[in-house]
């Protein structure tokens, strides 16, 4: 029997649809009033919007796509998806509205992608169910399937592509509550994406039940909420953190980004201030800075114009030897010629054509036996590059108008250089590192630090590179006064909590201006400086190297959705032709 056959013994596909039309769980609701439809988008956005952060009303996620499910069954076929789209217009608008502080049509863009990708994988959720046949009345979890595989494919597909903003992705809701999500150190924020899809999908199968008041479908829907916060309850209490402690600091020195930044009449000053909060900070291993901290451009390469501040910072570090320091810079690589330059590089007509290339990027100062030291300093350059900022995506295609959506944030922007992997940073630790501790370095953990800059920190699987080869430790350096004082820095700070639990490793998180923080590997904040304020955190925080099964394994979740995608569309489309064939052999 081939898969045809299987698919014929089935049942005929036009009988099936009959069977399905007639089902509470699809179409019942053809005819409602346009007000019921536009009470329920305006019910799905604003329950989504409650239950992000900061706000973190997050159980109402749980509920907030019982208005999308209801919506797609009333969906007529002149109307087609436009009241979801348009309630996922209004949850992001409400979600990200910040980022027009940066940039309006970016803002925009923003919005209106992330609306279209939700609308799509419900789109395909509404195809699977009208060309099987099948409802969640009569195949309740194959309808599950097609409900949850297209939406976990869209995430997964979301953060690799160059259109990618996945900033509210659905596992995000509970950052702010790590008690409820330990169990992303096994799924990832994929794992918080499943659970919130498929309790509202079992929720919103029970409501079609209601007046027959089943107990079952409200059985499931109760089973899919409470075992994997049952289970996260119980690992926060019982997990131990693992690994060696060191004493770390990092520096907010809360420069206006607009203002004061990359102004160079400030640079003195602003080096001033940095070097003397790390001062205070004299017993910490590690001292981070934030993203593009050192002033001016660290400059390497052919001929490339020596930079005074990048001078001053070795010579402060020289000063402190037994410390490791990791600042944020802007770069430039020099080359001689057209042929030796790469991919990103840009031209520039200064004494003759000359070749660079930019870039976002961070340097690593290794702790020093002797003044004498003079190591070259480790470099990392940013990776997953903002949209419109630093890369313009699909050149190609978006070239043309490539001068209305760059927007030009201080330091290096337009299309920058990036690294293709990452490497965390190496280095000893010498002295003081481990107060109360073995002071003896040969037999102490090297610092291995996983330097993400800021967009990067919200990618998880992108941060689990460094994890596999090696990291022990999570730093981040950011620059968040770009949006002002609203939800935008606050949300970047939850993000980087699922990190901390994803791969049970520290994190050291310094901000230009934002909120800069420690944490521990159960996603807690063990320190923070809250924004607008100039100075540093401190704390011990630990060097673990033990593996997640996340860390080893990736996005498995969304690698799935999207093979179970793929396979429910073909045997969609086969189904949906089965009759067109079975006529036509017997005419």
């Given at each position: ?43 799905a956005s604003v329950l989504w ?9 997050s159980l109402l996620i749980m ?507 073909l045997i969609a489309l086969i ?13």
């Amino acid at each position: 029997m081939n898969l045809l056959d299987a698919w014929v013994i089935l049942g005929d596909t036009r009988q099936s649809h009959a069977r399905f039309n007639k089902s509470p769980g699809f179409n019942t609701f053809k005819g409602e009033p346009m007000m019921n439809r536009l009470t329920a988008a305006i019910a799905a956005s604003v329950l989504w919007w409650l239950a992000f952060p900061p706000l973190d009303f997050s159980l109402l996620i749980m509920v907030a796509l019982v208005p999308i499910l209801w919506l797609v069954d009333s969906a007529q076929q002149g109307m087609r998806m436009s009241f979801v789209f348009g309630a996922m217009l209004a949850a992001f608008g409400l979600g990200t509205w910040w980022v027009y502080h940066a940039a309006l049509i970016g803002a925009v863009a923003g919005v209106v992608a992330n609306a279209l990708y939700v609308t799509v994988a419900v789109l395909f959720y509404r195809f699977l169910c009208r060309n099987s046949g099948y409802s969640m009345e009569n195949k309740p979890w194959l309808t599950w399937i097609f409900w949850i595989s297209p939406w976990l494919a869209m995430e997964y597909v979301h953060q690799r592509i160059d259109l990618d903003f996945p900033w509210m992705l659905l596992g995000h809701a509970m950052a702010n509550h790590p008690s409820w999500i330990q169990f992303y150190e096994w799924t990832g924020v994929a794992g918080g994406s499943l659970w919130i899809l498929s309790v509202n999908f079992w929720i919103y199968r029970a409501w079609l039940h209601a007046p027959k008041f089943s107990l079952r479908p409200w059985g499931v829907a109760l089973l899919w909420l409470i075992f994997p916060w049952g289970y996260s309850q119980w690992r926060y209490v019982t997990y131990q953190p693992a690994g060696d402690p060191i004493e770390v600091a990092a520096i907010q020195p809360n420069m206006d980004p607009y203002t004061v930044k990359f102004d160079p009449s400030t640079y003195e000053k602003q080096m001033r201030i940095m070097v003397t909060l790390s001062d205070s900070a004299a017993d910490a291993a590690l001292i981070l800075w934030p993203e593009t901290a050192l002033p001016g451009f660290y400059q390497t390469g052919y001929g490339s114009p020596v930079n005074p501040y990048g001078d001053q910072l070795k010579a402060y570090h020289r000063m402190h030897p037994f410390q490791a320091w990791i600042v944020g810079t802007s770069a430039v690589e020099w080359h001689p010629d057209r042929e030796h330059a790469g991919p990103y590089a840009r031209s520039l007509q200064m004494g003759g054509l000359r070749w660079y290339t930019a870039y976002n990027s961070a340097l690593g100062l290794r702790p020093q036996d002797s003044e004498a030291d003079s190591t070259p300093p480790l470099v990392y350059h940013k990776s997953k590059l903002v949209i419109g900022v630093e890369k313009l995506p699909y050149p190609w295609f978006f070239q043309a108008v490539s001068k209305l959506i760059s927007v030009d944030l201080g330091g290096m922007s337009g299309q920058l250089g990036k690294q293709t992997e990452q490497i965390p940073m190496t280095m000893p630790l010498l002295g003081q590192s481990l107060r109360g501790g073995d002071q003896d370095s040969s037999r102490r953990t090297p610092l291995k630090a996983a330097t993400l800059i800021c967009y990067e920190s919200i990618f998880g699987e992108f941060c689990g590179e460094f994890v596999r080869n090696g990291a022990n430790l999570l730093c981040i350096i950011t620059n968040d006064g770009w949006w002002g004082n609203t939800d935008g820095h606050r949300q970047h700070l939850s993000w980087a909590r699922l990190r901390t639990i994803e791969y049970r490793r520290d994190l050291l998180r310094s901000a230009n201006t934002g909120i800069s923080a420690t944490m521990n590997q159960r996603g807690d904040i063990l320190d923070s400086l809250e924004w607008d304020r100039r100075g540093l955190v401190k704390g011990r925080l630990r060097l673990n190297h033990t593996m997640t099964f996340y860390a080893e394994h990736g996005d498995f979740i969304g690698r799935i959705a999207c093979m179970i995608t793929v396979f429910t569309v073909l045997i969609a489309l086969i189904r949906r032709s089965i009759p067109v064939k079975l006529s036509s052999s017997k005419s």
